[in-house]
């Protein structure tokens, strides 16, 4: 988790597309999804390497194969081509505590296809993905969990709009013009203000701010 790597589309061409990065080439580099090569300078020390989408989809169906053994497929969504969520509240008599099912999950996967996979925990699915791309991310043992009681000191500490989800770099630029720096600042903002703003995008985003999905 912690290597400075991404896949690059059409390496030969000055423009190619950058497919993926792990998180510290994003976080060191601010390369992600989209970035072009001609962007990737001399001095940033990152390993490119070329696509394989065919491996990169089989393993990706066999992790989800292996999530499936927590709970069953009624429970299990899809969400994009390498995140799923999955619904445990029925496995706990089975498996254990939110943790220790992410540990036994993350360590079954290991043993069975080498890769390293992150687990964000949540009441619901957004508080999840939030603990994900926040929390487990950025340190091992690659898990977190975000509950309601630690809203203060987790979701109202995400300082960078752009790290909340369904904000990018232009919701974000409209929302600090309104005075909101933060996801703290969102929570406490006037919710009309944002609502005649944004319409009903403003409300999903206020609601979204004090964890009401």
């Not at 992150?118 to 699915?125: R, S």
Request: proline fraction near 3%; charge should be negative; include cysteine.
């Amino acid at each position: 988790m912690a290597a400075k790597i991404a896949v690059l589309s059409r390496e030969e061409f000055n423009g190619g597309l950058i497919l993926a990065a792990s998180p510290d080439t994003k976080r060191d580099y601010g390369v992600k999804l989209g970035t072009r090569k001609y962007e990737i300078r001399p001095e940033m020390d990152i390993e490119l390497a070329s696509p394989h989408m065919g491996d990169y989809i089989r393993l990706n169906y066999r992790i989800s194969q292996i999530v499936q053994q927590f709970t069953d497929e009624q429970h299990c969504f899809i969400y994009s081509v390498d995140e799923m969520f999955a619904d445990i509240t029925h496995s706990h008599a089975l498996y254990g505590s939110n943790d220790e099912i992410a540990a036994r999950l993350q360590d079954k996967v290991f043993q069975e296809t080498g890769i390293v996979t992150t687990v964000g925990m949540g009441p619901n699915p957004l508080m999840a993905k939030l603990a994900l791309d926040n929390a487990a991310k950025v340190q091992a043992p690659w898990r977190a969990y975000w509950g309601y009681d630690d809203v203060p000191e987790t979701l109202w500490k995400i300082d960078n709009l752009t790290n909340f989800w369904s904000i990018g770099a232009k919701t974000a630029a409209k929302l600090e013009k309104m005075g909101i720096h933060s996801i703290y600042d969102l929570a406490h903002a006037d919710r009309q203000q944002i609502k005649r703003k944004f319409g009903v995008l403003g409300d999903a985003l206020y609601f979204h701010s004090i964890t009401l999905t």
